[in-house]
């Protein structure tokens, strides 16, 4: 073999040799966790950001169970939170630990947006800015379970709206005959509404809501004119007893979500997450009880209020302009930050 040669084949493996020797391995690739999205170091860097948004947020309970977040909209003791999540015991923990009942509720029901009265004067309120600036990657913070624990995430999707979605009873039903004075269930699904009010295969759904049921296509359009999480009564027939049960809605993808696996690792959902005017998607790892709390920018405006966690990769919040123009239509009406 020529000395040219030889000396080639050498320079080749010394190349390779040096190539293999600082290639990365995979564990080199990772990023370490404290430096990761929702890491220590980058939650550190936002620190002044959430407490700034901890100011302004409150927690809502029904008796001792915190069921939601509110933001503070003005000094004079205005609330914004998630309407479906309220209980007929509700009262508010304000940042200084205070408890105290609302003194007044008007409700949006378009877009389950609550507004709370209470009779308290606040130092500090989030100032509702809107923006048109909703590009996808863009980075959001937002209190994530307790007013005091914020995250962070990104503008996941463009803004829509989102169609409503009618509930379900959870039952399948017999064709209706004329022998049957109502629908006669075929079959009731395992973790549903339908069969934790009691509901059993053979009954015979009679009335919902009062009203008489006479055929499978009425029964589902009655049900299906209600969200997801409203409660119906049903007046049915067991053999020689008539009894009437009170059924919560659910979502079609709750009882049937064996077939969607994201549903299936999401955990819990709002009760209510459909049926919105506008809606800013986001991917901020929030929890059901952090709905109703404010979500900024890094420049620290507050774009949003949160409305919905749809999946464990998924929420929705309503945009600031879109709050600003219901509490107009409720008599509030706000300024717009600048």
Not at 178 to 206: C, H, K, L, M, N
Not at 256 to 273: E, V
């Amino acid at each position: 073999m020529s000395n040219h040669r030889l000396s080639h084949i050498v320079v080749c493996v010394a190349l390779i040799s040096t190539w293999v020797t600082v290639a990365p391995t995979q564990a080199d690739k990772q990023l370490a966790p404290e430096s990761r999205t929702n890491g220590a170091e980058t939650l550190a860097s936002v620190t002044e950001l959430g407490k700034n948004l901890a100011a302004v947020t409150v927690e809502i309970f029904d008796e001792d169970r915190m069921v939601a977040l509110g933001t503070v909209v003005s000094q004079d003791g205005l609330i914004v939170t998630k309407a479906s999540e309220l209980g007929w015991n509700t009262t508010v923990r304000l940042p200084d630990d205070r408890r105290v009942n609302p003194i007044e509720v008007a409700v949006d029901a378009d877009n389950d947006l609550a507004l709370l009265r209470l009779d308290v004067e606040f130092t500090k309120f989030a100032k509702l800015f809107d923006t048109d600036n909703w590009t996808r990657g863009r980075f959001l913070i937002s209190p994530a379970d307790t007013r005091s624990d914020y995250r962070i995430g990104i503008v996941s999707a463009n803004t829509r709206t989102i169609k409503r979605q009618g509930g379900v009873l959870g039952v399948s039903l017999r064709r209706e005959s004329p022998e049957v004075e109502g629908v006669e269930v075929f079959r009731v699904y395992s973790e549903t509404g339908a069969q934790q009010a009691g509901v059993t295969p053979g009954d015979i759904i009679q009335t919902v809501q009062g009203v008489p049921v006479k055929s499978v296509t009425q029964l589902q359009q009655i049900v299906n004119s209600h969200f997801p999480g409203e409660v119906l009564t049903l007046a049915l027939k067991r053999g020689d007893q008539t009894l009437q049960l009170n059924v919560t809605l659910g979502f079609r993808s709750d009882y049937f979500g064996h077939l969607d696996r994201n549903q299936r690792l999401s955990g819990r959902t709002s009760s209510r997450r459909s049926g919105f005017e506008e809606i800013l998607q986001h991917d901020i790892p929030i929890e059901v009880s952090a709905m109703g709390a404010p979500v900024a920018d890094l420049q620290g405006r507050i774009v949003g209020i949160n409305i919905a966690r749809v999946d464990r990769v998924c929420a929705y919040a309503l945009p600031s302009s879109l709050v600003r123009r219901v509490l107009d239509e409720l008599g509030e009406a706000l300024p717009q930050a600048e």
